[in-house]
């Protein structure tokens, strides 16, 4: 499978235009979460392998799709994993700051004042991250 | 090197994003600290390189992710939190919304692939668009789509949360409702 397919080997690109998020898992950037299927398609699964042709739909009726493959779970599934997630990294961003930031970030404030102790301390810091990081890629202008 | 007062207070007010994503990354509160004062620091002494009014997040993020993949190609390992050490230096643990517990899911989120990990934190935390987080990451929106559908699919799968179990009926509920 390469890179670009998906875990079921459809690219994500290929949604339906008319494919919506659930409601309840609505976020911004929706469109991360809402992937699934519409809830407006068919009662199997699209792309799902028991997808039957007319004469095994009377089989399909009686053995139905297991529940925990519904597209409207998964999305529900979608829609707690990322509610967790921002949770999660609401958390970290309301975390204090610790010290040495701080001083860093008041640092900042003082070299626009004060070029010579700005250079001073870039490069004392600068040579804790070592040289051979790389460079700040593809946004460099 | 002068740093004008609105380009100061834009990194400053970015420290605390770049810090929660760098702990996400991590999973290490010393090592994000590390990489956020790294990458303070580089984006200072490049700041010459900053085109004004363009996306200052954007560029403090790439420099962020490049320091995190130079430094884990070369511990090649992703660094264990030591059982409750980790926990300790939470102020608080955030309330819990759903029936996922946060160390579970903190724990889950640091089994997956760094690159998807950094893409799922960028799309579906930070909220940025596809295009950004890819040019953040240096590849195609469409692989950012991958590994972010990748990480949401294996996070599911390492909570177990696609079996049904923690939404919908619940087992009584199944029998009831399964044919006979």
């Known amino acids: 499978m390469t890179e670009d397919s998906t875990e079921d080997g459809r690219d994500p690109s290929d949604e339906p235009p008319g494919a919506k998020p659930h409601p309840d898992v609505a976020t911004p950037g929706a469109e991360t979460w809402g992937t699934g ?33 519904h597209p409207t779970l998964d999305r529900a599934v979608q829609g707690m994993i990322g509610a967790q997630l921002r949770s999660m990294y609401e958390h970290y961003i309301e975390q204090p700051i610790p010290d040495r930031l701080l001083e860093l970030v008041q640092r900042l404030g003082a070299d626009a004042a004060s070029d ?26 | 090197m002068t740093i004008e007062p609105a380009l100061r207070d834009a990194l400053l007010a970015a420290v605390p994003s770049l810090r929660a994503f760098a702990i996400s990354l991590t999973n290490d509160f010393n090592r994000a600290d590390d990489l956020v004062q790294d990458t303070l620091v580089r984006a200072l002494a490049h700041i ?4 004004r009014g363009t996306n200052l997040n954007a560029w403090l993020f790439t420099i962020l992710r490049n320091l995190f993949h130079s430094e884990y190609r070369k511990r090649r390992r992703e660094v264990d939190d030591p059982e409750g050490a980790y926990a300790g230096r939470l102020k608080a643990h955030p309330e819990q919304q759903s029936h996922l517990d946060f160390e579970d899911f903190r724990s889950a989120l640091a089994k997956l692939p760094p690159d998807q990990r950094e893409a799922l ?60």
């Open chain 1, 37 to 69: 299927p519409s809830g407006a398609g068919p009662s199997v699964p699209a792309g799902s392998a028991e997808a039957p042709g007319a004469g095994a739909s009377n089989v399909a009726r009686l053995h139905p799709p297991r529940i925990p493959h």
């Open chain 1, 116 to 141: 010579t102790q700005d250079d001073r301390g870039v490069q004392r810091l600068g040579a804790d991250a070592g040289n051979d990081a790389p460079d700040d890629g593809g946004v460099e202008r």
């Open chain 2, 48 to 51: 010459d390189r900053f085109e």
């Open chain 2, 121 to 180: 934190l960028l799309v579906g935390a930070e909220g940025m668009s596809y295009e950004d987080a890819a040019n953040i990451c240096g590849v195609a929106v469409g692989t950012i789509k991958s590994r972010v559908n990748r990480a949401r699919a294996r996070l599911g799968q390492i909570l177990q949360l696609d079996d049904g179990d923690e939404i919908g009926p619940d087992g009584v509920t199944k029998a009831v409702l399964a044919p006979k």
